[in-house]
């Protein structure tokens, strides 16, 4: 493995909260506006997030630096302790898009039917499951606490315009 | 409706042919309704009222108690939904962008809907919503501790011109209270430190406290504060004095021109029809008459004060036009 | 005072009186136990029902559902990892490990015996301290707020883990989330990024069901080889008993008291007490290790500590008129509704209603413990339904809290959202607890200085004149350094005996 694959490997986060912090600094002055005021407090809306903003920057650079001159050992580390455990990021990707669909075709199907989607695609995902299973709990989550939240504590969950 | 007709075809055996059916007469229904007869039969389903403010506040119980009251005259059940942040806005937005079929109103005070769009940028303004019922106010006033040096409104005013500053409190930016504060510290040339609390409560607090020399609120919730001996309020904002607050003289009495109060009311989106507005109107007209959620106003430290569609619109839209003013000035 | 007393016990043991309690407490649980159902609201739906009521019965139905629905936040926070009500997030520190571990009754059983406790403390201090303490809560001005929301921020240095820099990234993530929403001074717009819903702040709760519950659903999803993650209940204790809390009875009463004082400040409320016990109960705790990884004593800190929390919050609402939380304010308008003005003269004129409060506050905790001991049993089954089922059920769950604590879909994006951001701190290692402390206490912190500078004209000063700001500050030293220079002492001195 070359050693700038080395570097982001183990830097990833890092380098990551780096860059959301950047973004976040540098976003400020279009995000937040100043509104003149006559008080001399010395501190406005833009102090806090500029010093939040500057401390994830400096603590992210400090901990990508601070891991170049520990990189051999945290390498060693790691390759011991991983291996046991394989995570499937597939499935993980599948379950996020699967909600991500249920917020979008809500609006248009309502809670019930897209519920029954939902919890059958997350059945499916998960796996070690009978179609009965499914089946029944599928059903008991859309209808029944539909009806339960609308009649007993007259909470409405969305109705979808193209069925209710 | 769509609901209980597939519900009905799964249980009858013969499927396809009966929900194609129900499907061709589920949409000419819908179609034919949505043209003509919407107000015929108003209301056909819950009617949802919108609190841009959180379960259990001034507003959001006034709010529940007059869809309690007017339920009664409905055959449909009336939702009370809070949809609170961004004081008040949020909620107001989603009432603003609301279907205009009669189905979804909303309950608010002032602050979101009159002086929130001259001060944020939000995506409404009173012209987005027409009146259905306007139930009651409540005045701002000025208050200070009981061992302030200010005795009455005109030892306050003859702080003009003087070196004092006065650390003034208030519920929050962009309020009434807060644009009241304003207004009169413009007029009045007074040197002042502006601190805002979350909630009138805190500022109150803090003013007992000692943190802060003088809050502006309504003075019904300094209520308490007052009749325990530890504030005193100063001055109201209403028109006329108050009996619960006896000798306690207005701004306009003292010469200072301001006249402004926080309102609660009832409107709907701008588009929705005049003949659903008028049944609406009715019913909640009722409702805000009767004796039981008269009593209930009081009891919330609300002065009762019951206008309809039309009264409550005008007034909106002459207070927005003054808090406008007061808020541009600077 | 005694006939006062006896009034209030022949009110509250009116058989229609003890079946609101019951009633009351029930609906509490229901609603604390669910994620997105907050007290808050189940107190609101519970209040026109008390219009019909006289002001005895109304004040007995609202703190049965008040009690119990403090209190239950713990029990989805134990089993699901989600907390109820923000005031249990350092709950779930500690419980759901438990209940990874397979022993989840007992830390139920542990939550349950230190919110009774911790609730019968604090009904009493209701009565004997209320205007003592009421006097106290007047002289938190903004300096002295920011002083305490500022100890409690310290905390986020000892519930870091294992890698402090790890840990302080995720509270600054904490406070810039925080600092999302119109600000509380000038009133402009930040990081709104041109949709208005962010007007209004990151929504606490949605955070937490991302952070919590979704991500932690996406890690078990991710676990291929082990599915059945949840193992079973299979710990000793099978019922629920005294002798769990026994050993930590010292922690109760302390982190009852931290909750009390804390109770009384207005404005503050139920979580800032729960992280400040937790830490404390940390800091003397014998085996510190454990916290953050299946602590009963942790436990036992946060739930006595938030329900230590729910009558001292009545204090200022009933001596001042000032609520101190939002179920606090809404029992002012019960109050009001029925022609009561809080003030000092309540205390005089209305002698037997105050003792009514403070007996049903004690009844409520009572029937709370039995209707607790026999839900908790059924609630604990959760734990052995296959993960299959369960994930499915949790997910929904979160899906209808997110949505119906603002009505709108936003809620359930921001979930999302903080799903997938939870998700990446558990593959990185990145600790959960600061940024929940973070998000709670940041706009308080932030709030309070900024008044504070503004009294000031921006002199740093006014923060170490003022004596019960300088004092907080002074204790805030104390703890965050003295076990640093306690361990430099004993490393010394051993060093010392050997050489």
């Known amino acids: ?164 | 409706m769509f609901k209980k007709i597939l519900g009905s075809t799964v249980t009858s055996g013969l499927p396809s042919v009966k929900l194609l059916a129900s499907i061709a007469v589920a949409v000419t229904i819908t179609a034919v309704s949505a043209v003509s007869a919407q107000a015929a039969d108003f209301p056909s389903k819950p009617i949802t009222i919108i609190v841009p403010y959180g379960a259990g506040g001034g507003t959001d119980t006034t709010g529940r108690f007059l869809a309690n009251e007017a339920e009664k005259y409905f055959s449909q059940p009336i939702a009370v939904v809070n949809r609170s942040g961004a004081g008040g806005t949020v909620g107001t937005t989603a009432a603003a962008a609301a279907k205009p079929d009669g189905y979804t109103l909303y309950f608010g005070a002032s602050d979101a809907l009159v002086t929130a769009p001259h001060s944020l940028k939000v995506p409404y303004t009173v012209d987005n919503f027409r009146g259905i019922v306007g139930v009651s106010y409540a005045p701002s006033s000025i208050a200070v501790r009981t061992d302030s040096p200010w005795k009455t409104l005109d030892d306050f005013l003859a702080e003009k011109g003087t070196d004092t500053i006065i650390d003034r409190g208030h519920s929050g930016v962009g309020g009434v209270h807060h644009t009241l504060l304003k207004s009169l510290f413009l007029e009045t040339g007074i040197k002042f430190r502006d601190i805002p609390f979350q909630g009138g409560s805190k500022a109150i607090a803090a003013l007992r406290g000692g943190h802060v020399d003088l809050i502006g609120g309504t003075p019904g919730s300094m209520m308490a504060s007052v009749e325990a001996g530890e504030i005193r309020v100063l001055a109201l904002s209403s028109a006329e004095q108050l009996d619960a607050f006896p000798g306690v003289p207005t701004f306009k009495e003292k010469g200072v021109d301001i006249v402004a109060t926080v309102e609660w009311y009832l409107l709907a989106p701008k588009d929705t029809p005049d003949e659903v507005v008028a049944i609406l109107e009715e019913a909640f007209m009722k409702a805000a008459s009767s004796d039981e959620f008269k009593a209930f106003t009081v009891t919330r430290k609300q002065e009762s004060l019951v206008r309809n569609a039309k009264d409550i619109m005008a007034k909106v839209k002459a207070d927005s036009a003054f808090f406008g003013e007061v808020i541009k000035k600077k | 005072m005694f006939e006062n007393f006896l009034y209030a016990i022949s009110v509250v043991f009116l058989w229609e009186n003890i079946v609101l309690i019951i009633v009351g407490t029930a609906i509490g649980m229901v609603f604390g136990a669910l994620p997105g159902l907050t007290v808050t609201l189940a107190v609101t739906l519970v209040l026109p029902f008390t219009f019909d009521l006289s002001p005895e019965s109304g004040i007995i139905l609202l703190t049965g559902v008040y009690c119990s629905g403090t209190y239950a936040g713990s029990i989805s926070a134990i089993l699901i990892n989600t907390p109820g009500t923000p005031s249990s997030a350092a709950t779930a520190w500690d419980g759901y490990p438990l209940t990874q571990k397979g022993r989840s009754l007992e830390a139920l059983s542990v939550g349950l015996h230190a919110s009774v406790i911790g609730g019968l403390i604090s009904a009493v201090a209701l009565i004997f301290f209320a205007p003592m303490l009421a006097k106290t809560a007047l002289a938190f001005g903004p300096p002295e707020r920011f002083a305490l929301t500022f100890f409690g921020l310290t905390i986020i240095a000892r519930v870091s883990g294992v890698s402090l820099s790890k840990g302080l990234i995720s509270a600054l993530f904490g406070l810039l989330i925080a600092s999302v929403g119109v600000d509380p001074i000038m009133g402009v717009p930040r990081f709104s990024f041109n949709t208005f819903y962010l007007y209004g702040g990151v929504g606490m709760i949605e955070v937490f069901i991302g952070i919590f519950a979704i991500a932690e659903i996406f890690n078990q999803i991710g676990k291929r080889a082990v599915m059945a993650q949840h193992s079973k209940s299979d710990s000793q204790t099978k019922t629920i008993r005294w002798k769990e809390i026994v050993p930590h009875y010292w922690t109760v009463v302390k982190s009852s008291v931290i909750g009390i004082i804390i109770g009384v400040v207005p404005g503050t409320g139920g979580s800032i007490a729960s992280f400040i016990a937790y830490d404390e109960a940390k800091r003397s705790s014998k085996e510190p290790e454990l916290f953050g990884k299946g602590s009963l004593e942790g436990i036992a800190a946060a739930e006595s500590a938030n329900n230590g929390v729910t009558a001292a919050t009545l204090i200022p609402t009933l001596t001042l008129g000032i609520p101190g939380n939002t179920v606090a304010a809404i029992f002012l308008g019960a109050l009001l509704i029925h022609g009561l003005t809080p003030g000092p003269q309540l205390f005089v004129n209305q002698g037997g209603l105050m003792y009514t409060i403070m007996v049903s506050f004690i009844m409520a905790n009572i029937v709370m413990y039995f209707q607790g001991r026999l839900a908790l049993k059924w609630f604990d089954k959760i734990v052995n339904i296959p993960s299959s089922i369960l994930l499915p059920i949790i997910l929904t769950m979160c899906l209808v809290g997110a949505y119906t604590i603002s009505n709108s879909l936003n809620g359930v994006i921001v979930a999302l959202i903080f799903g997938c951001v939870g998700y990446a701190m558990i593959k990185f290692e990145y600790p959960s607890a600061p940024m929940v402390i973070a998000i709670i206490l940041g706009g308080m912190v932030e709030e309070s200085m900024r008044q504070s500078l503004i009294l000031s004209d921006g002199s740093p000063m006014i923060f170490l004149t003022r004596p019960l700001s300088l004092a907080f500050f002074v204790l805030t030293i104390f703890v965050t350094f003295s076990p640093m220079v306690i361990k430099q002492w004993k490393k010394r001195r051993n060093g010392g005996g050997q050489a």
């Open chain 1, 1 to 164: 493995m070359t050693s700038s694959g080395v570097f982001l490997r183990g830097n990833v986060s890092s380098i990551t909260t780096l860059l959301i912090g950047l973004f976040f600094f540098l976003s400020i002055p279009s995000q937040i506006g100043i509104s003149e005021s006559t008080d001399l407090s010395g501190v406005n809306s833009r102090t806090m997030p500029y010093l939040i903003a500057s401390a994830i920057i400096l603590l992210s650079l400090y901990t990508i630096v601070s891991n170049i001159f520990a990189n051999r050992k945290v390498e060693t580390v790691k390759s011991n302790d991983e291996p046991n455990e394989i995570t499937s990021y597939g499935r993980v990707f599948l379950a996020f898009v699967a909600i991500a669909l249920w917020i979008v075709i809500v609006p248009y199907l309502g809670f019930n039917i897209t519920t029954i989607m939902l919890v059958t695609t997350i059945m499916i995902i998960i796996g070690k499951c009978r179609w009965w299973q499914i089946a029944i709990v599928a059903l008991a989550l859309s209808f029944p606490i539909n009806y339960l939240l609308a009649a007993v504590l007259k909470v409405y969950l969305p109705s979808g315009s193209v069925f209710g």
